[in-house]
């Protein structure tokens, strides 16, 4: 209860009840899953599934802020685990080193409620977003490069998938450029969007994409409509 206070004067009993009974799956461990997965575990989503495949590196540290210096050379996944453990003893997290693909992502993701995108690739995210659709869990996008960031919500059937609006993912352009706050901006509005899918508060970003520009220090929200003809959610009914 003294863990929670701040937040059950909003959610109450039942909805700290409903985050504790969740598992989520959030895909990558890097500047966005770093902080997507510390606030859900702060937050005491009972079972946290993290995905990634890569090892901590120098570049990282300007934006990973669940790591150091000493984790230099070692694995994300397992790094990541540690640390959110050591915030929220009371979570269970599992870490899943791999890199997701169309052939284990039913292993990676099937004993997930919602899945998150943490990712830094949109070969990735299509794989993942058609796992979603064809699974019909919700799934939060999140996106960021320099100043500018997206966030979303797909929910199987009641809006667009990514694919209605990005039907192929575009082509790779090398390293990305990222402001370190940004990626922390983007990444708390991903872990607010879970906590409204899962207590079912207030109104996640479904049909709706938030496009954040700090630059200029402005936000904006484009309505996005289902694609009929989308090769991944065009058949689902809704």
Request: some cysteine.
């Amino acid at each position: 209860m003294e863990r929670y206070d701040r937040q059950l004067r909003i959610l109450g009993e039942e909805g700290q009840e409903k985050l504790r009974s969740a598992t989520v799956a959030v895909v990558g461990l890097g500047g966005l899953g770093s902080i997507i997965t510390y606030y859900l575990a702060a937050a005491g989503v009972g079972k946290l599934i993290v995905i990634d495949d890569g090892l901590v590196e120098l570049s990282n540290l300007n934006r990973q802020i669940l790591y150091t210096t000493s984790d230099i050379g070692l694995p994300k996944a397992y790094i990541a685990a540690a640390r959110l453990k050591a915030l929220n003893p009371e979570v269970e997290v599992v870490p899943r080193q791999a890199r997701l693909a169309p052939d284990n992502a039913g292993k990676l993701l099937g004993e997930a409620d919602i899945l998150v995108d943490g990712l830094d690739n949109w070969e990735s995210r299509h794989i993942l977003n058609r796992y979603a659709v064809e699974e019909g869990k919700p799934l939060v996008h999140g996106a960021v490069q320099g100043f500018y960031a997206q966030v979303t919500t797909v929910v199987p059937g009641k809006g667009p998938c990514l694919a209605c609006f990005l039907p192929e993912p575009p082509k790779p352009r090398g390293v990305i450029p990222i402001i370190g706050a940004i990626v922390g901006i983007v990444a708390s509005f991903e872990a607010a969007e879970v906590v409204k899918l899962v207590t079912g508060m207030g109104e996640p970003l479904v049909g709706r994409l938030l496009v954040i520009d700090a630059y200029r220090g402005g936000t904006d929200t484009v309505e996005l409509r289902r694609n009929p003809r989308c090769p991944v959610c065009g058949d689902l009914k809704g």
